[in-house]
C-alpha cells in the first residue's frame, strides 16, 4: 500500500506526532516554505515550532511516506527568518514535486473553504467542526445543516484546425500573453455541453470531436479543472471582448508567448507542440 499511494488522507493523524511532520502553512494566501535558492520544502513541525506563530485553522490532511500532514493558517504580519520565505502557490507548480503540489494545493482549498463557511448559510449561527475520525464536515449546532468541502469544476480545452491551435488573450492576463479555452461548468451541464458552449460563447465558433485529456485541482480559489481536446468544426473566430480580447490560429513554429508551468492549460499547448 505504500508504494501504491504514499500519500494517505485522514481527518485525524495516523501516526504518533514527530519533528518531521508537515506543516502546510500560509499566510494571507500565500505558502511559508524553507528556501535555499531554487530549492523549496514545507516546513516541519520542528520549523514551525521555531517560528512560534499563532495557528489557527488547523486542519489534519493526512500523511505523506509515513509522517502526518497538517493544514494551518498563521496571521499576516509575521516576521520571519531569510531562509523561510512566503510564496504564491501558483509559482511553485515548478519548484515543488507535483505530489508535494496537490497537497499545499490540498490545504490551500480546505483553509478556503473553512474560511468561507464561518456561517451558517441556512440560519446564520456560527458553523462547528464536525467531531469525527473519518469526515471532514461543518456542521450547524442550532439547525444542523452540515456542509462538506467543495470544489467548482471548470473546463480547459485546446481546439485544433489541421496543424494550428487557437491560443487566446484573457483580459486578466499580463500583457502578451495566450493560453488556451477556459470556463466554469453551469449547473445541470456536462464537461461536454461546457466545453461546446464556452468555445461558442468566448470565440464563435463550434466543435467536434471532444476528448478527455485529464485534469488538476487549482486552488484559485477552489476550481477542479477538467481538460479536454477538440477539433474546429465550423464558424468564424468572433471574440466576446468581455474576456477574450484576441484569438487566433498559431502553428507550433510561431506560437506567441504562454505560462511555462505545470499546469495543465501549459500540459495542453505542450500536447500540441509534441503532437502537431
Ligand atoms: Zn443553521
Redesign the pocket.
Known amino acids: 500500500m505504500k508504494n501504491y499511494m504514499r500519500f494517505e488522507a485522514s481527518v485525524s493523524p495516523l501516526y504518533s506526532n514527530s519533528n518531521e511532520d508537515l506543516w502546510f502553512s500560509f499566510s494571507n494566501g500565500k505558502l511559508i516554505v524553507r528556501s535555499n535558492g531554487d530549492e523549496v520544502s514545507i516546513l516541519t513541525k520542528e520549523d514551525l515550532k521555531n517560528l512560534n506563530l499563532r495557528l489557527e485553522y488547523i486542519q489534519c490532511i493526512g500523511a505523506l511516506d509515513g509522517y502526518n500532514c497538517f493544514c494551518c493558517q498563521v496571521g499576516e504580519d509575521i516576521q520571519l527568518p531569510s531562509e523561510i520565505k512566503l510564496y504564491d502557490l501558483k509559482s511553485l507548480t515548478l519548484l515543488l514535486e507535483e505530489e508535494i503540489f496537490l497537497l499545499a494545493a490540498k490545504s490551500l482549498l480546505l483553509l478556503n473553504w473553512q474560511k468561507t463557511h464561518r456561517y ?1 448559510g ?4 456560527c458553523m462547528e467542526r464536525k467531531n469525527s475520525k473519518s469526515e471532514r464536515a461543518l456542521f ?1 449546532p ?4 452540515t456542509t462538506w468541502p467543495q470544489t467548482s469544476p471548470a473546463i480547459i480545452v485546446a481546439i485544433t484546425k489541421g496543424d494550428k491551435i487557437l491560443l487566446a488573450h484573457n483580459k486578466y492576463f499580463p500583457k502578451g500573453i495566450y493560453s488556451v479555452i477556459a470556463g466554469f461548468v453551469e449547473l445541470g451541464e456536462t464537461f461536454e455541453q461546457c466545453v461546446r458552449r464556452e468555445v461558442y460563447e468566448e470565440i464563435g465558433i463550434r466543435v467536434k470531436n471532444i476528448k478527455y485529456f485529464g485534469n488538476q485541482p487549482w486552488p484559485f480559489p477552489n476550481s477542479m479543472m477538467v481538460a479536454f481536446t477538440a477539433e474546429y468544426l465550423d464558424g468564424e473566430i468572433n471574440v466576446d471582448e468581455e474576456e477574450i480580447v484576441y484569438a487566433n490560429w498559431f502553428s507550433k513554429d510561431e506560437l506567441p508567448k504562454y505560462v511555462k508551468s505545470k499546469s495543465i492549460g501549459t500540459e495542453l499547448i505542450e500536447w500540441f507542440i509534441k503532437t502537431h
Not at 441556512?122 to 449561527?125: D, I, L, R
Not at 442550532?142 to 445543516?145: A, D, I, L, Q
Request: hydrophobic share 10%; with cysteine; glycine share 20%.
Open positions: 451558517c441556512v440560519c446564520g449561527h450547524c442550532k439547525c444542523g445543516y
